[in-house]
């Protein structure tokens, strides 16, 4: 069975930091890229950050360039979601994803999800 879950999540003041973890397992990890998403109320799912497990290649989206890092831990099929300097703005669900199509910000071509992450960042 193929699972990704997230935690991590929470409430944060403006300027604090968080840590998201996507722990995978059901399918050959090293052959998928893995993918952040978010999603807030009334607003469109976002791609945030997605990693290559296979050569850690990272792409961040352009609002949260230089405040988040992705990383990949392939012992332990996770992913990390490093957010600092967080901002009322990333209030969100954040979701992990997994695609073996290739490495991008595009949700179809991601097959696995997880169920979702708060975080939610007060002023």
């Known amino acids: 069975e193929v699972q990704l879950v997230e935690s991590g999540g929470g409430l944060v003041q403006a300027g604090g930091s968080l840590r998201l973890s996507c722990a995978a397992s059901?399918?050959?990890?090293?052959?998928?890229?893995i993918g952040w998403f978010r999603q807030a109320p009334g607003k469109e799912r976002e791609g945030v950050s997605c990693?290559?497990?296979?050569?850690?290649?990272?792409y961040y989206a352009d609002s949260v360039k230089g405040r988040f890092t992705i990383s990949s831990d392939n012992a332990k099929n996770t992913v990390y979601l490093q957010m600092n300097s967080l901002k009322p703005e990333d209030t969100a669900v954040y979701y992990c994803?997994?695609?073996?199509?290739?490495?991008?910000?595009?949700?179809?071509?991601?097959?696995?999800w997880g169920q979702g992450t708060q975080v939610t960042v007060s002023s």
């Open positions: 990693i290559s497990s296979s050569d850690g290649t990272t």
């Open positions: 994803a997994a695609s073996d199509y290739g490495l991008g910000f595009r949700a179809y071509e991601y097959e696995y």
């Open positions: 059901g399918f050959t990890f090293d052959d998928y890229g």
